[in-house]
């Protein structure tokens, strides 16, 4: 199970896809078409804890809509997405009345304006677009369609932030891709001073070479950044037995390797400008990449927690990756790792194994995890810390 976030017009989270493969071997992601699938869902891993009250969006192929473990589902939480293998049939149609009557939001998938899909406009809420399946300089003309009528539009496969402009100014509502791992269109020089110096300040703080001192020092030049350490190391997310009072105690009672990410963790929430769902999938592969070579078994797994974090910095500083790590004292595994230098080291296939979770990409985790146990419950718990360092960082 895997999730890909749906935006809103301002770049906040408004809902999550959920992507799911019932087994190895079955051939895509997404289709939830078991109620096995369904089970997991809702009571091994469970719908909060992947989506945090925001609305999943459930990927309905045919099987699945006549069945009734659809129905188990509760409406107020999820959106049900009918894939484009749904035909309008009676037998279709009946059921997508049924489950509107229930409460259920309906979105259809893959819209590309054929004429077998139009019946399902009368009867759905959500329109999602491919901005694969339809060519851009078609796209503005066949929005015609759509005026006056009463349905949110979802564009899906944005891949830039050009993309995403233009999709706003043909009207739609909500966006979803990977535009928000990929850098703009930027020169070197219009970089923010400001970015680059916390960046340069995150990896002090990471690395592994620095002393309990340097630490500390560090730390201390700065009161507000102080406090909101301390606040975040007593919250219930990083688990402390006793209130901890200062940095030198923190020091001492989590060890240097765990306050030095958890600061360089803040260091890079201090970055504005970004949607915050940037900041949250680094949080996500740096908490799994640690997790991941502890379960493998690789050496140093506090570097792995860098690996992670780092890993967003292209997007965030709007500059190639290798432009960026040339600015910052890195180890040249870490470097070779994150420009995709060396694709089969421990460090490469750690981080594609957490970013295919993260795009729901299977066999770019299949060929990751190599047999390796884990992938799944390291991604679950990455998650669910993610939402509480968000959660304590705003209290």
């Known amino acids: 199970m895997a999730r890909q976030p749906i935006f809103d017009r301002k770049m906040n989270v408004r ?3 959920l992507l799911y493969r019932a087994s190895r071997s079955a051939a895509s992601a997404g289709q939830v078409d078991e109620p096995a699938a369904l089970a997991t869902m809702l009571v091994e891993i469970g719908l909060d804890s992947l989506v945090g009250g925001l609305p999943a969006f459930v990927n309905v192929p045919p099987a699945l809509l006549h069945s009734d473990a659809l129905r188990l589902l509760p409406p107020a939480n999820v959106v049900l997405e009918l894939l484009e ?31 077998s899909q139009l019946p399902f406009l009368d009867h759905v809420h959500i329109i999602k677009i491919d901005l694969l399946g339809v060519p851009m300089d078609q796209l503005e003309r066949k929005m015609e369609l759509f005026q006056g009528r009463k349905l949110t539009l979802l564009a899906e496969k944005i891949d830039s932030e050009e993309q995403a402009v233009a999709c706003v100014r043909m009207g739609f509502h909500l966006f979803q891709g990977h535009f928000l791992s990929r850098p703009s269109t930027m020169s070197k020089r219009t970089v923010s001073l400001n ?4 960046a340069q300040l995150m990896v002090k703080f990471l690395d592994p070479d620095a002393s309990l001192e340097e630490i500390e020092k560090l730390v201390a030049s700065d009161v507000t950044f102080s406090y909101r350490l301390l606040k975040l190391i007593n919250s219930a997310s990083v688990g402390v037995a006793c209130k901890v009072e200062s940095i030198r ?9 765990r306050v030095r990410a958890l600061a360089g ?10 949607p915050r769902e940037l900041f949250v999938n680094a949080m996500v592969r740096a908490r799994m990449c640690e997790h991941l070579s502890r379960q493998w078994r690789l050496k140093e797994p506090e570097q792995y927690f860098t690996l992670g974090l780092l890993s967003v910095l292209d997007a965030l500083m709007d500059m190639p990756m290798e432009d960026v790590l040339r600015e910052l004292p890195i180890s ?9 230098a060396e694709s089969e080291s421990e460090m490469a296939r750690v981080l594609q194994c957490a970013t295919g ?6 066999d770019a985790v299949e060929h990751a995890a190599a047999h390796e146990p884990g992938s799944s419950e390291a991604y679950k718990e990455a998650v669910e810390w993610s939402a509480a360092i968000v959660q304590a960082e705003a209290a």
């Open 357 to 362: 979770y993260e795009r729901g990409d299977w």
């Open 85 to 115: 293998n749904n035909k309008a049939t009676d037998e279709t149609l009946r059921s997508v009345k049924d489950l509107k009557a229930m409460g259920y939001r309906l979105a259809f998938d893959d819209f590309t304006f054929d004429e």
């Open 15 to 17: 809902a999550y896809e």
């Open 249 to 257: 105690q923190a020091l001492m009672f989590l060890g240097v390797a």
């Open 332 to 340: 040249d595994s870490l470097r070779a790792a994150l420009c995709g």
């Open 195 to 198: 970015r680059l110096a916390l």
């Open 265 to 274: 963790l803040l260091v890079m929430t201090s970055m504005g400008g970004k």
